[in-house]
């Protein structure tokens, strides 16, 4: 590796002409705020602090790696003289701060003296450190707000100066021109003031950023060996990162554009989680691996993926219309993550055209979901026991295995819960599993609307809320109190329902409902039904007896599930 250096003024001049471009392997923008500020603070001090060494990787006759440019940056259809291996979020801050394409946060630099007099040492070593002014940013009506961050004569009575003025080049200086003939125009006098925008301007333009060049002769395992491991800086790779150039490397494709098209065939698979952990789990599971850590990191891993991502798209697809077909429409009601990835790797073994094996399919994996939702199989160690699971329900799938010996199904180990314990679910809002388990039985029961009646589904849970069956002030509690907050005394419904119940008594707001609407008592208590809620329990105002007769009907419908049964 070369040590070389490189003032800001020629990184932003080879970054303006795609000369300077990243690997398409690399990851999004991860810095905050304050880090960007931060980075602009140590550039603008006199004496300047270090921002740290890049990496790259000079390119040849040909690039190693398909690229693109950093975000914000002109889209120029030329070879790059390097790629960007390691100090993306610098340069990307850099530039997009310098050239104000932030739509949420704009800079600015103050024009007060910057020395730091409360500092004895800098005192006496002459410090000077601008301060820098982040200002969020929000759009209201096609208005860009607040409105004086686009107003130089504000900025200056502010005795501010936007950063974007300060950038090098050519670009900077027509912008500073500009602020500067509209703030004099306004009959400001910048005289005193000129010498120190100039003098902060060169600072940027003059600041050495040193960076570490392997040479165009690096191979691209060599170079993707390094980016793995000097990337791990104040935003250090994670797990999916680091397979989706391990990906790059041996498909020569992109991981992050094929799940984009994966999301535009299944977009409610982004509904249950964030789609990188599932895909990660399928892909571990479909290639024989537990959905650890360490299986992602074998650098074999990214290369599996890549051979298997035809049956792990067609996983994802079918498992996330198996869960919707089950009523856990998403993250909301989603009683165990595992739920998700196990389920998705499982469909990935199912032939697509056999109706037979697929209708054989859909009871065993029925059964396999409501178990996992319902017992503690996956309390601990999630991640090897769903392999484990994983291996004997796919040979079930294939004929050649015996669900005695699947561990999942083992009530021995793993029993269901009692109606006592249905009774002491908390509020399904937390996350929580049984609490979960117990909504979306509910809900798979029809979910229809108290008021409305329409069916529960992914469209509707977006307008509900949950419901009180006996509103907490009924029972003289508080929001906080456990007694009221039970996932047998809670439902569904839609906000606008929610809020005309308010606190009245079950037998009073089901009779203003019933009177409300032309459908009269019998329809409400259908709809109170599809919620797997005794009617006659509920309204008689009995708390107790109600949550004890509500556990028998959703115990009912959940050993039927967990065997595989469809309730009526």
Same mark, same amino acid.
């Given at each position: 590796?070369?040590?070389?250096?490189?003032?800001?003024?020629?990184?932003?001049?080879?970054?303006?002409?795609?000369?300077?471009?990243?690997?398409?392997?690399? +990851?999004?923008?991860?810095?905050?705020?304050?880090?960007?500020?931060?980075?602009?603070?140590?550039?603008?001090?006199?004496?300047?602090?270090?921002?740290?060494?890049?990496?790259?990787?000079?390119?040849? @006759?040909?690039?190693?790696?398909?690229?693109?440019?950093?975000?914000?940056?002109?889209?120029?259809?030329?070879?790059?003289?390097?790629?960007?291996?390691?100090?993306?979020?610098?340069?990307?801050? =850099?530039?997009?701060?310098?050239?104000?394409?932030?739509?949420?946060?704009?800079?600015? &630099?103050?024009?007060?003296? *910057?020395?730091?007099?409360? @500092?004895?040492?800098?005192?006496?070593?002459?410090? @000077?450190?601008?301060?820098?002014?982040?200002?969020?940013?929000?759009?209201?009506?096609?208005?860009?707000?607040?409105?004086?961050?686009?107003?130089?004569?504000?900025?200056?009575?502010?005795?501010?100066?936007?950063?974007?003025?300060?950038?090098?080049?050519?670009?900077?200086?027509?912008?500073?021109?500009?602020? /500067?003939?509209?703030?004099?125009?306004?009959?400001?006098?910048?005289?005193?003031?000129?010498?120190?925008?100039?003098?902060?301007?060169?600072?940027?333009?003059?600041?050495?950023?040193?960076?570490?060049? =392997?040479?165009?002769?690096?191979?691209?395992?060599?170079?993707?060996?390094?980016?793995?491991?000097?990337?791990?800086?104040?935003?250090?790779?994670?797990?999916?990162?680091?397979?989706? #150039?391990?990906?790059?490397?041996?498909?020569?494709?992109?991981?992050?554009?094929? &799940?984009?098209?994966?999301?535009?065939?299944?977009? /409610?698979?982004?509904?249950? *989680?964030?789609?990188?952990?599932?895909?990660?789990?399928?892909?571990?599971?479909?290639?024989?691996?537990?959905?650890?850590?360490? /299986?992602?990191?074998?650098?074999?891993?990214?290369?599996?993926?890549?051979?298997?991502?035809?049956?792990?798209? +067609?996983? &994802?697809?079918?498992? &996330?219309?198996?869960?919707?077909?089950?009523?856990?429409?998403?993250?909301?009601?989603?009683?165990?993550?595992?739920?998700?990835? =196990?389920?998705?790797?499982?469909?990935?073994?199912?032939?697509?055209?056999?109706?037979?094996?697929?209708?054989?399919?859909? /009871? =065993?994996?029925?059964?396999?979901?409501?178990?996992?939702?319902?017992?503690?199989?996956?309390?601990?160690?999630?991640?090897?026991?769903?392999?484990?699971?994983?291996?004997?329900?796919?040979?079930?799938?294939?004929?050649?295995?015996?669900?005695?010996?699947?561990?999942?199904?083992?009530?021995?180990?793993?029993?269901?819960?009692?109606?006592?314990?249905?009774?002491?679910? *908390?509020?399904?809002?937390?996350?929580?599993?049984?609490?979960?388990?117990?909504?979306?039985?509910?809900?798979?029961?029809?979910?229809?609307?108290?008021?409305?009646?329409?069916?529960?589904?992914?469209?509707?849970?977006?307008?509900?809320?949950?419901?009180?069956?006996?509103?907490?002030?009924?029972?003289?509690?508080?929001?906080?109190?456990?007694?009221?907050?039970?996932?047998?005394?809670?439902?569904?419904?839609?906000?606008?329902?929610? +809020?005309?119940?308010?606190?009245?008594?079950?037998?009073?707001?089901?009779?203003? +409902?019933?009177?409300?609407?032309?459908?009269?008592?019998?329809?409400?208590?259908?709809?109170?039904?599809?919620?797997?809620?005794?009617?006659?329990?509920?309204?008689?105002?009995?708390?107790?007896?109600?949550?004890? #007769?509500?556990?028998?009907?959703?115990?009912?419908?959940?050993?039927?599930?967990?065997?595989?049964?469809?309730?009526?």
């Amino acid at each position: 590796m070369e040590p070389r250096i490189k003032k800001v003024e020629d990184w932003i001049s080879d970054i303006d002409q795609g000369n300077v471009k990243l690997p398409r392997f690399q +990851r999004d923008e991860a810095w905050r705020h304050a880090q960007i500020v931060g980075l602009f603070e140590n550039i603008l001090r006199k004496p300047p602090l270090p921002v740290g060494t890049l990496l790259t990787l000079e390119v040849g @006759d040909k690039e190693l790696f398909k690229s693109r440019p950093i975000v914000g940056a002109p889209e120029k259809d030329t070879k790059p003289n390097m790629h960007l291996l390691d100090g993306q979020q610098r340069m990307t801050a =850099l530039w997009r701060s310098l050239s104000d394409d932030y739509n949420d946060v704009k800079l600015f &630099v103050s024009l007060e003296d *910057g020395t730091e007099e409360d @500092d004895e040492e800098d005192r006496e070593e002459g410090a @000077d450190a601008p301060s820098i002014r982040k200002e969020r940013r929000w759009d209201r009506k096609g208005i860009k707000y607040p409105v004086w961050a686009d107003d130089p004569v504000k900025q200056y009575k502010e005795r501010l100066i936007a950063l974007d003025c300060l950038r090098p080049g050519s670009v900077g200086e027509k912008k500073l021109k500009q602020w /500067t003939s509209t703030v004099l125009a306004s009959g400001e006098d910048l005289s005193d003031d000129l010498g120190r925008i100039h003098e902060l301007r060169q600072r940027i333009a003059g600041y050495i950023i040193p960076f570490l060049q =392997l040479g165009s002769s690096t191979s691209r395992e060599t170079a993707l060996d390094v980016f793995i491991k000097m990337n791990t800086s104040a935003s250090p790779l994670k797990a999916y990162e680091i397979v989706v #150039a391990q990906f790059e490397e041996a498909a020569g494709e992109s991981l992050p554009a094929l &799940v984009e098209q994966l999301l535009e065939e299944v977009p /409610t698979a982004n509904s249950y *989680g964030s789609i990188k952990d599932i895909i990660l789990s399928v892909a571990a599971l479909v290639d024989g691996r537990p959905p650890l850590k360490r /299986t992602y990191l074998d650098p074999g891993f990214g290369g599996s993926l890549g051979k298997n991502w035809e049956k792990i798209r +067609r996983g &994802v697809r079918r498992g &996330v219309e198996f869960l919707r077909d089950e009523a856990i429409f998403n993250e909301k009601c989603l009683p165990s993550d595992v739920a998700v990835y =196990l389920i998705c790797a499982l469909w990935a073994e199912v032939p697509e055209n056999g109706v037979d094996e697929e209708g054989n399919a859909r /009871t =065993l994996l029925r059964k396999a979901l409501w178990r996992i939702c319902y017992t503690e199989r996956y309390g601990k160690t999630s991640a090897t026991r769903s392999f484990s699971d994983y291996k004997s329900l796919k040979a079930c799938l294939s004929g050649t295995g015996n669900e005695a010996k699947v561990e999942l199904f083992d009530e021995v180990s793993y029993p269901l819960p009692s109606e006592g314990e249905l009774i002491s679910a *908390g509020w399904p809002s937390r996350k929580d599993r049984l609490p979960r388990a117990i909504l979306a039985t509910a809900l798979r029961a029809g979910g229809l609307d108290f008021a409305d009646g329409e069916k529960a589904s992914a469209d509707s849970l977006a307008k509900r809320e949950y419901h009180h069956l006996f509103p907490v002030a009924v029972l003289d509690g508080d929001r906080a109190d456990e007694h009221t907050n039970k996932a047998l005394n809670c439902a569904l419904i839609s906000w606008r329902t929610n +809020r005309k119940i308010a606190a009245k008594t079950p037998a009073e707001y089901i009779k203003m +409902r019933a009177d409300a609407s032309s459908v009269g008592e019998d329809e409400v208590r259908s709809r109170l039904k599809t919620h797997l809620i005794p009617y006659k329990k509920l309204i008689a105002g009995n708390y107790e007896e109600f949550l004890s #007769a509500r556990a028998k009907k959703v115990a009912k419908h959940m050993k039927q599930l967990c065997s595989g049964v469809s309730p009526s």
